[in-house]
């Protein structure tokens, strides 16, 4: 099994940045991909960022250039540093393993974005 935590959320001004982390512990090292979702008050759950075991990365367009994941395969540590935030950006940020064809997904934690 996977337990995943993340951290690093709170209160930002529209324009500074903030570094999520998701803590994985467990059988870590089976991890393949880890990505993470943002669900903001009233709309659907979206694709922030995602990251493969051998580091490829993607993101949504609305994120892109602004957010970089990253992750720490050994510590089973991933991060998503944001800069540039906007009000836009505001919500519950999820981050999500993949091990085989299990998922497993973090409590999430709250990004409010200030104007």
């Known amino acids: 099994q996977v337990q995943l935590v993340e951290s690093g959320g709170g209160l930002v001004q529209a324009g500074g940045s903030a570094r999520l982390s998701c803590a994985a512990s467990?059988?870590?090292?089976?991890?393949?991909?880890m990505d993470w979702y943002r669900q903001a008050p009233g709309k659907q759950r979206e694709l922030v960022a995602v990251?493969?075991?051998?580091?490829?990365?993607n993101y949504a367009d609305s994120v892109k250039g602004r957010f970089t994941i990253s992750r720490d395969n050994t510590k089973g540590t991933m991060y998503l540093q944001m800069n540039s935030l906007k009000p836009e950006d505001t919500g519950v940020y999820y981050c999500r393993a993949g091990v085989g064809k299990y998922v497993y997904w973090g409590q999430g934690t709250q990004v409010t974005v200030s104007s």
């Open positions: 990251i493969s075991n051998f580091g490829s990365t």
């Open positions: 467990g059988t870590i090292l089976s991890i393949n991909v």
